[in-house]
């Protein structure tokens, strides 16, 4: 069973980076697609973007700006970076397997909330 | 605004058949497939329904989904009492974006 783990600060300053790394247990990063999805409190779920395991990517528009998402085959993990981030970034970030040309997403890790605050 | 429109709240009685529908256009579930997902209170969604009626292993035939032209549903049947929570429709977009709904929240009365 393929088990996925956010990891990384709870608390990130206003203008600062938010960095998150995802890591895959139970199964190989290669030949899946990546994402990242965020839910802030009390609100829906926002796909971020996702990273194909050959390092290729797509972003959400409205985020495109800011976000870099990257993998590390060796690893078998993936990483989240946000720039510049204000209050509105503050929700609990989601990674999932799934997300290249499709809604579907098969495998989330727990969640990891970040709060962006000073 | 979600692209995606799901109603916010749907509700039932036990044993009772519940539906929820995810209205969108033609860039999205018009020419893509649909999945559902169901969020329990303090948890991570879940894959409930995939491919617009597809249903993974472990998830019990009282859910089910179907899609009509920039529409589709969820139906719930044999409602019960763990099936309270958040519903989330998702789909891909043809401006490279996934969709999500704004979510149902599904209370067992």
């Known amino acids: 069973q393929v088990q996925l783990q956010e990891s990384g600060p709870g608390l990130v300053k206003p203008s600062e980076t938010l960095s998150l790394t995802c890591t895959v247990s139970g199964g190989s990063i290669t030949k899946y697609y990546w994402s990242w999805i965020r839910q802030s409190p009390g609100k829906g779920l926002e796909w971020i973007g996702y990273v194909y395991y050959s390092g290729t990517t797509n972003y959400n528009p409205s985020l495109k700006s800011r976000v870099t998402i990257s993998v590390d085959t060796s690893k078998n993990q993936f990483s989240l970076k946000l720039s510049s981030v204000t209050a509105a970034d503050t929700a609990v970030y989601y990674c999932a397997r799934g997300g290249g040309y499709t809604g579907r997403f098969d495998f989330w890790g727990q969640g990891s909330l970040v709060t962006v605050s000073s | 605004q979600s692209v995606l429109t799901q109603p916010p709240s749907a509700s039932g009685t036990p044993g009772q058949r519940v539906t929820i529908s995810c209205s969108g256009g033609?860039?999205?579930?018009?020419?893509?497939?649909v999945n559902w997902y169901q969020q329990l209170p303090g948890t991570a969604p879940k894959l409930l329904i995939y491919?617009?009626?597809q249903r993974p292993s472990g998830v019990p035939d009282r859910f089910s989904g179907s899609k009509s032209a920039t529409s589709a549903s969820l139906a719930i049947s044999g409602l019960q009492s763990e099936d309270e929570g958040d519903y989330y429709c998702a789909a891909w977009d043809e401006n490279l974006n996934v969709l999500f709904g704004g979510g149902t929240k599904l209370t067992v009365l």
């Open positions: 491919t617009d009626h």
């Open positions: 033609s860039s999205n579930i018009g020419s893509n497939t």
